[in-house]
């Protein structure tokens, strides 16, 4: 089992800047990939970017030279997302992910922080 754990949403107006944080605890060196995806109100989760355990990173075009993901240390302890130039379309429910390594049988599964609402005013 991994637990997720967000922070650092909140409300911003228009062109300012956030940064999130998720917390991993758990099986932390099953930890393939960890992620963000957001949720729009009535609309399904999307990808906003995700890293590797080899630090490779993917954006979704929507947040390219805007939003960047870092880690926090090698021990998959934390991820960031420092979101820069907001724009109202970008409010949503923010969630961190981790795709961990099954124990006993091919593949992963993917864990779900809680979420952290952002609403960027216009």
């Known amino acids: 089992q991994v637990q997720l754990v967000e922070s650092g949403g909140g409300l911003v107006q228009a062109e300012g800047s956030l940064r999130l944080s998720c917390a991993a605890s758990?099986?932390?060196?099953?930890?393939?990939?960890m992620g963000w995806y957001y949720q729009a109100p009535g609309k399904q989760r999307e990808l906003v970017a995700t890293?590797?355990?080899?630090?490779?990173?993917?954006y979704a075009d929507s947040f390219k030279g805007r939003f960047t993901i870092s880690r926090g240390d090698a021990r998959n302890t934390v991820i960031y997302l420092q979101m820069n130039s907001l724009k109202s379309e970008d409010t949503a429910v923010y969630y961190c992910n981790a795709k961990v390594e099954r124990p006993y049988s091919p593949g992963w599964a993917d864990y779900w922080g809680q979420g952290t609402q952002v609403t960027v005013s216009s």
């Open positions: 890293i590797t355990r080899a630090d490779s990173v993917n």
């Open positions: 758990g099986r932390i060196g099953s930890i393939i990939a």
